[in-house]
């Protein structure tokens, strides 16, 4: 029998620092909660609203897969691998610190609000020789499916990362049911409601909630509201 927990959107940390505002669904920065330190190879997921011209100055990272969905705005990003880039909905930004990165990653438009999820996993292999990549997707690659963004392969759809982990988006019809099979049995299913409602494990997730559900070999989401938009992110459960 599965096991799951639920997350609601008002049980995650909240910081505001003028110029972001920001959730935390797992402990980070200056929020810490013993009981939300991930979910299995899953450590972070910010859901940040940047205001205009700001971001987060030069950095640096290492042994983290960093996966940046935009959902309103411009995201302008510079690295120490000399990417130089501007992405914005309908793009994603995947990068493996590895043996250790520096970045930046500001708001675009100075006019504007920066609307983004920046998602963190573990890694499977540490000191790697750190990479940037980026796609793109369409509106209707989204439709009524779970289009795969991240995979571990290098020859799959989307991005890859060193994680056995995959992350699907989707946008679905109001009473549509989805359901999907795990690719691994012994990984788990963390689905975040990016907006709209949907129903899990008997479960009625509203927008930013998040449940998580392992010891499962396929789920059944039900989508509860025209366009609900869903971020599923399989992860290995030990790692």
């Known amino acids: 029998m599965s ?3 639920l997350q609601k959107s008002s049980e995650r940390g909240k910081a505001n620092y003028g110029w972001l505002d920001t959730n935390y669904s797992f402990s980070f920065a200056n929020y810490y909660n013993p009981n939300q330190m991930g979910f299995g190879a899953l450590r972070v997921l910010n859901d940040d609203i940047v205001i205009g011209g700001m971001g987060f100055g030069t950095h640096a990272h290492d042994n983290m897969e960093i ?9 302008k990003h510079r690295d120490s691998m000399n990417s130089s880039t501007v992405i914005k909905f309908g793009e994603i930004q995947v990068m493996s610190a590895g043996s250790g990165i520096t970045h930046s990653e500001i708001n675009n438009k100075k006019d504007e609000l920066l609307k983004l999820l920046q998602i963190w996993v573990v890694p499977n292999k540490i000191n790697v020789t750190p990479r940037y990549d980026e796609l793109s997707y369409s509106e209707e690659n989204l439709k009524n499916n779970f289009y795969q963004i991240v995979s571990p392969n290098q020859k799959d759809a989307g991005s890859w ?13 109001k009473d549509s049911v989805i359901t999907y099979n795990l690719k691994d ?12 409602e949907a129903e899990l494990e008997n479960q009625i997730l509203n927008k930013r909630d998040a449940i998580g559900v392992w010891e499962c070999e396929e789920i059944k989401i039900k989508n509860l509201s025209d366009k609900s938009f869903l971020l599923l992110i399989e992860v290995p459960m030990e790692f």
């Open 3 to 5: 096991k799951f927990i």
């Open 67 to 75: 996966v940046t969905i935009p959902l309103e705005g411009e995201l």
């Open 161 to 173: 990362i060193h994680q056995n982990a995959w992350f699907y988006l989707g946008k679905f019809d």
């Open 185 to 196: 049995k012994s990984n788990g299913i963390y689905l975040f409601v990016i907006d709209g």
